[in-house]
Nanobody, 120 residues
Framework: VQLQASGGGLVQPGGSLRLSCTRRGTIFRLNTMSWYRQAPGKQRELVASVGSDNDRKYSDSVAGRFTVPTDSAKNTLFLQMNSLKPEDSAVYYC???????????????WGEGTLVTVSS
């Protein structure tokens, strides 16, 4: 399983940006797909997630500004970021917890990070 993330860049405060994460590879079941972020000198934190029943959860810092649309046909999770603030600047990582098709055990996968910089 591979997770390919894209869409990072430089944006002004108050602007919007959309990240994409495409999952490739065969699995038995997808349990969760999430976005994490890590700012310099800080721990990686959960931003938003989508569960197997399509329930969405958001961190308090992004609730009301970020959403996580999905395209199931393309195995893609998006992170739509609106009203961006300088404190949203970080490397954003895609994460998936899946049930492996061969072992039927849960496994974690991470995509490569994509840098988001919010600055004027």
């Amino acid at each position: 399983v591979q997770l390919q993330a894209s869409g990072g860049g430089l944006v002004q405060p108050g602007g919007s940006l959309r990240l994409s994460c495409t999952r490739r590879g065969t699995i038995f079941r997808l349990n969760t797909m999430s976005w994490y972020r890590q700012a310099p000198g800080k721990q990686r934190e959960l931003v938003a997630s989508v569960g197997s029943d399509n329930d969405r959860k958001y961190s308090d810092s992004v609730a009301g500004r970020f959403t996580v649309p999905t395209d199931s046909a393309k195995n893609t999770l998006f992170l739509q970021m609106n009203s961006l603030k300088p404190e949203d600047s970080a490397v954003y990582y895609c994460y998936a917890n899946v049930v492996d098709i061969l072992t039927f055990t849960p496994k974690d996968f991470w995509g490569e990070g994509t840098l988001v910089t919010v600055s004027s």
